[in-house]
């Protein structure tokens, strides 16, 4: 038999106890006793005496156990086990409902989707509520969003919330669904509460339902007054793989590009079950229309995938959505992938010449600037300016995306913070080391103990070696292997891979430094400085052929930094000579400019834009794929004011809309597009099987039922919790009758008991 309270803090209230005492002893008086003559016939009796003491204390004993009850009767205690399962019937309860929202429950080859039933079983639920229960709802996916904020007695808004839920997209977390519905029922006011998870009992939602879910789950219970019990409904019974064809996520090779580059997008088409699909149709969709010319049939074998690849110019400026697609089968959720990308008619970029020698020819920048800006080009992809690095300010910055330092020695701390607060709010940074760079200021003050701007600390020059039998030092073909790099892996003769280094700094990630460099002096220990946990670790995108690092990038806040180990003109390289060079730095500064408007997230993360420094965020509403229109907030700083919205729990295409003036029609042709995308690996759809439900319900954590009926059962047997508040209150009633009918009988007796003071002689 087990005995608590819901509300154990209103037991403070027996302290009142203690009240009627006091103001009994502060009532008592001391009288002086006067003898006269006829006061002999008024005396009470010894046994008179005794009786009106007795029912005094009685009175008193009554007003106490009345404060008592009531405080008692407060704290709502509660009893359950024994002989009172035998009579109790069903109690009131609290019951958060969690709803698996995804893409697997919109499997559509029965005549009811498992997400329809999923509805069709929480109204049922809700029709065998009784006055006084309470309800939420809750809808998991990746993460995790309480349809209503708290537990309600309104059953009509329960409901239109489950008409109301988006359809299911994306991958969904069902132990944080459970853990948000504990947190829920534990601030219910009922003696019974209930978890109830309902999903098509796919395999993937508890991927990561291990020791620490478990042992979360636990405390929950334990800190909770009344424990609650997870019950866990599964609208599918349980059958064979299915078949499935999925559409993976799409790589672009830049999310930046410019009005006729050409843009690869490769994906793979996977396939999950027991037999190989037909042949399947993929298109290729530009704002969401199938280009008649970019189609390509492909059969994939069992559990096999192929690799798609397509490739597209963009005829106009503005945001874009690219599409891969295949037709619909039985799981449409996973057979369109998409990705955002933004096209300009050039890419503003500045490069800062670290030299001053009066021969522009001489300059660091020179074979750069010709490389992007070529004067015989009218319509350049990047349009290049240059300063010199005493000339470098904030105002120098203009609208450039990029800043390329070429061989800077080092800069003032003025110009530094203006890098790093550029860098920080989404802009690109290249340096290009050489020889006149100041090493030791690079550590110290880039590089930073790995907080700084620079990739990797810097070690020292290296030299090719001289000897005719030595190999000359190239970039290993091998080493390329990020999206937009790899392209130079396969390339043409006196291409990239062909371009040789006679000088490059070499680098490390984890630099060895005398303890007095990053301690207080009197140490002289030798320590390891690590990156700091705060940045990014840094990615080698390529290597020279000795193993050293070429290129090293991060990023850095919202924008990118990259650092190449040698120089941008011929003084260390031949690579400007090469073919290639205007490629790669194309493809380089491109990257860099990329991290300015992400375009494609992950579930949850947040989506920005620059906005002009004269409009307001309210000026602005971005457009969630359920066509909800979202209030953005502000972000960025008053010299690149942005906005910002955090609520992308639902994956699929935004749109970022300017409000038009009132009375005037939205423009759609102007919006900005966003993609956040989720996690496809429940594509893949594999049913729990026996013995992966067994250890999900080991020691009572879940436990499965079928029907309504079977939840409401089990709260009426076995561990039944009865509340007997209301009995206490009747008690209560009891009491003060009584108390009534005695302070009555005092009074009309006119007898009040005094004690006797000894009269001072």
């Given at each position: 038999?087990?005995?608590?309270?819901?509300?154990?803090?209103?037991?403070?209230?027996?302290?009142?106890?203690?009240?009627?005492?006091?103001?009994?002893?502060?009532?008592?008086?001391?009288?002086?006793?006067?003898?006269?003559?006829?006061?002999?016939?008024?005396?009470?009796?010894?046994?008179?005496?005794?009786?009106?003491?007795?029912?005094?204390?009685?009175?008193?004993?009554?007003?106490?156990?009345?404060?008592?009850l009531i405080a008692i009767a407060l704290s709502r205690p509660w009893i359950s086990g024994g002989i009172i399962n035998s009579f109790a019937s069903r109690p009131a309860c609290?019951?958060?409902?969690?709803?698996?929202?995804?893409?697997?429950?919109?499997?559509?080859?029965?005549?009811?989707?498992?997400?329809?039933?999923?509805?069709?079983?929480?109204?049922?639920?809700?029709?065998?509520?009784?006055?006084?229960?309470?309800?939420?709802?809750?809808?998991?996916?990746?993460?995790v969003e309480a349809m209503i904020p708290s537990l309600t007695r309104d059953r009509s808004l329960i409901r239109e919330s489950l008409v109301d839920l988006p359809k299911?997209?994306?991958?969904?977390?069902?132990?944080?669904?459970?853990?948000?519905?504990?947190?829920?029922?534990?601030?219910?006011?009922?003696?019974?509460?209930?978890?109830?998870?309902?999903?098509?009992?796919?395999?993937?939602?508890?991927?990561?339902?291990?020791?620490?879910?478990?042992?979360?789950?636990?405390?929950?219970?334990?800190?909770?007054?009344?424990?609650?019990?997870?019950?866990?409904?599964?609208?599918?019974?349980?059958?064979?793989?299915?078949?499935?064809?999925?559409?993976?996520?799409?790589?672009?090779?830049?999310?930046?590009?410019?009005?006729?580059?050409?843009?690869?997008?490769?994906?793979?088409?996977?396939?999950?079950?027991?037999?190989?699909?037909?042949?399947?149709?993929?298109?290729?969709?530009?704002?969401?229309?199938?280009?008649?010319?970019?189609?390509?049939?492909?059969?994939?074998?069992?559990?096999?995938?192929?690799?798609?690849?397509?490739?597209?110019?963009?005829?106009?400026?503005?945001?874009?959505?690219?599409?891969?697609?295949?037709?619909?089968?039985?799981?449409?959720?996973?057979?369109?992938?998409?990705?955002?990308?933004?096209?300009?008619?050039?890419?503003?970029?500045?490069?800062?010449?670290?030299?001053?020698?009066?021969?522009?020819?001489?300059?660091?920048?020179?074979?750069?600037?010709?490389?992007?800006?070529?004067?015989?080009?009218?319509?350049?992809?990047?349009?290049?300016?240059?300063?010199?690095?005493?000339?470098?300010?904030?105002?120098?910055?203009?609208?450039?995306?990029?800043?390329?330092?070429?061989?800077?020695?080092?800069?003032?701390?003025?110009?530094?913070?203006?890098?790093?607060?550029?860098?920080?709010?989404?802009?690109?940074?290249?340096?290009?080391?050489?020889?006149?760079?100041?090493?030791?200021?690079?550590?110290?003050?880039?590089?930073?103990?790995?907080?700084?701007?620079?990739?990797?600390?810097?070690?020292?020059?290296?030299?090719?070696?001289?000897?005719?039998?030595?190999?000359?030092?190239?970039?290993?073909?091998?080493?390329?292997?990020?999206?937009?790099?790899?392209?130079?892996?396969?390339?043409?003769?006196?291409?990239?891979?062909?371009?040789?280094?006679?000088?490059?700094?070499?680098?490390?990630?984890?630099?060895?430094?005398?303890?007095?460099?990053?301690?207080?002096?009197?140490?002289?220990?030798?320590?390891?400085?690590?990156?700091?946990?705060?940045?990014?670790?840094?990615?080698?995108?390529?290597?020279?052929?000795?193993?050293?690092?070429?290129?090293?990038?991060?990023?850095?806040?919202?924008?990118?930094?990259?650092?190449?180990?040698?120089?941008?003109?011929?003084?260390?390289?031949?690579?400007?000579?090469?073919?290639?060079?205007?490629?790669?730095?194309?493809?380089?500064?491109?990257?860099?400019?990329?991290?300015?408007?992400?375009?494609?997230?992950?579930?949850?993360?947040?989506?920005?834009?620059?906005?002009?420094?004269?409009?307001?965020?309210?000026?602005?509403?971005?457009?969630?794929?359920?066509?909800?229109?979202?209030?953005?907030?502000?972000?960025?700083?008053?010299?690149?004011?942005?906005?910002?919205?955090?609520?992308?729990?639902?994956?699929?295409?935004?749109?970022?809309?300017?409000?038009?003036?009132?009375?005037?029609?939205?423009?759609?042709?102007?919006?900005?597009?966003?993609?956040?995308?989720?996690?496809?690996?429940?594509?893949?759809?594999?049913?729990?099987?026996?013995?992966?439900?067994?250890?999900?319900?080991?020691?009572?954590?879940?436990?499965?039922?079928?029907?309504?009926?079977?939840?409401?059962?089990?709260?009426?047997?076995?561990?039944?919790?009865?509340?007997?508040?209301?009995?206490?209150?009747?008690?209560?009633?009891?009491?003060?009758?009584?108390?009534?009918?005695?302070?009555?009988?005092?009074?009309?007796?006119?007898?009040?008991?005094?004690?006797?003071?000894?009269?001072?002689?």
């Amino acid at each position: 038999m087990s005995f608590d309270f819901l509300n154990p803090w209103m037991l403070a209230g027996l302290a009142g106890v203690s009240l009627p005492v006091l103001a009994h002893l502060l009532s008592r008086r001391k009288y002086d006793t006067v003898d006269w003559g006829a006061m002999q016939f008024l005396e009470i009796g010894r046994n008179a005496r005794r009786r009106i003491k007795l029912e005094e204390l009685l009175l008193l004993a009554l007003r106490m156990g009345m404060i008592a009850l009531i405080a008692i009767a407060l704290s709502r205690p509660w009893i359950s086990g024994g002989i009172i399962n035998s009579f109790a019937s069903r109690p009131a309860c609290d019951i958060a409902i969690v709803i698996d929202s995804s893409y697997s429950t919109d499997w559509n080859a029965k005549a009811q989707t498992p997400r329809e039933q999923a509805v069709r079983w929480a109204k049922a639920l809700l029709d065998q509520l009784g006055p006084g229960e309470t309800v939420g709802l809750i809808d998991a996916r990746e993460t995790v969003e309480a349809m209503i904020p708290s537990l309600t007695r309104d059953r009509s808004l329960i409901r239109e919330s489950l008409v109301d839920l988006p359809k299911p997209s994306g991958s969904s977390r069902l132990n944080d669904g459970i853990l948000r519905g504990l947190q829920m029922v534990n601030a219910g006011t009922n003696v019974s509460r209930h978890v109830v998870v309902v999903t098509d009992g796919q395999l993937h939602p508890w991927r990561d339902a291990d020791e620490h879910l478990w042992l979360q789950l636990k405390e929950l219970r334990e800190q909770a007054t009344v424990p609650a019990d997870v019950w866990v409904v599964s609208t599918q019974k349980q059958q064979a793989r299915q078949n499935n064809d999925a559409v993976d996520r799409l790589q672009l090779s830049r999310e930046l590009t410019v009005v006729d580059f050409p843009v690869r997008i490769r994906t793979r088409l996977k396939n999950s079950g027991a037999k190989a699909a037909a042949n399947r149709k993929v298109y290729l969709e530009v704002d969401g229309q199938r280009l008649a010319d970019k189609m390509i049939s492909v059969r994939v074998e069992p559990d096999g995938q192929a690799t798609i690849e397509f490739e597209h110019r963009f005829r106009t400026p503005g945001s874009h959505v690219i599409a891969v697609s295949i037709d619909n089968d039985n799981l449409p959720g996973d057979d369109r992938s998409e990705a955002a990308i933004e096209i300009t008619d050039a890419l503003p970029i500045l490069l800062v010449d670290g030299s001053t020698h009066p021969d522009p020819a001489r300059s660091e920048i020179f074979f750069a600037k010709s490389a992007l800006s070529a004067v015989a080009n009218p319509t350049p992809w990047i349009k290049a300016r240059t300063v010199f690095t005493n000339g470098f300010s904030q105002a120098s910055i203009g609208d450039a995306q990029v800043i390329l330092l070429a061989n800077i020695p080092r800069l003032t701390d003025g110009q530094l913070d203006v890098i790093k607060d550029f860098v920080d709010s989404g802009g690109g940074l290249g340096i290009a080391l050489g020889d006149q760079i100041d090493q030791e200021w690079y550590n110290s003050r880039l590089f930073d103990r790995g907080r700084g701007l620079l990739p990797a600390w810097l070690e020292k020059i290296e030299s090719a070696p001289s000897g005719l039998d030595e190999a000359p030092i190239t970039i290993e073909s091998e080493s390329l292997q990020l999206p937009w790099i790899s392209r130079f892996q396969t390339g043409g003769d006196d291409g990239l891979l062909d371009a040789r280094f006679s000088k490059w700094h070499s680098t490390t990630l984890q630099p060895k430094l005398p303890a007095e460099n990053i301690s207080p002096p009197s140490s002289n220990a030798a320590v390891q400085v690590t990156e700091s946990t705060d940045r990014p670790a840094a990615a080698t995108a390529g290597r020279y052929s000795n193993g050293d690092a070429f290129l090293l990038s991060r990023p850095f806040g919202r924008g990118r930094v990259a650092l190449m180990t040698s120089t941008l003109d011929a003084d260390w390289t031949t690579l400007p000579a090469r073919p290639d060079y205007v490629a790669f730095l194309h493809e380089w500064i491109f990257q860099l400019a990329s991290g300015r408007v992400t375009r494609n997230v992950d579930t949850g993360s947040p989506l920005f834009y620059p906005i002009a420094q004269e409009d307001n965020a309210t000026d602005w509403v971005f457009i969630n794929p359920e066509g909800r229109e979202l209030d953005p907030l502000p972000a960025g700083d008053e010299l690149r004011p942005m906005v910002r919205l955090d609520q992308t729990h639902l994956p699929g295409t935004y749109r970022l809309r300017k409000r038009p003036p009132n009375g005037e029609k939205a423009n759609p042709v102007s919006d900005e597009f966003f993609v956040v995308n989720f996690d496809r690996a429940e594509s893949e759809l594999t049913p729990l099987s026996d013995e992966r439900w067994a250890e999900l319900t080991d020691e009572n954590r879940l436990q499965r039922i079928e029907t309504p009926e079977e939840l409401f059962a089990s709260s009426e047997t076995g561990t039944a919790r009865v509340e007997f508040w209301h009995l206490l209150l009747l008690a209560f009633l009891a009491i003060l009758v009584g108390e009534v009918f005695m302070t009555r009988r005092l009074v009309q007796g006119g007898q009040v008991f005094v004690d006797e003071v000894p009269t001072p002689e």
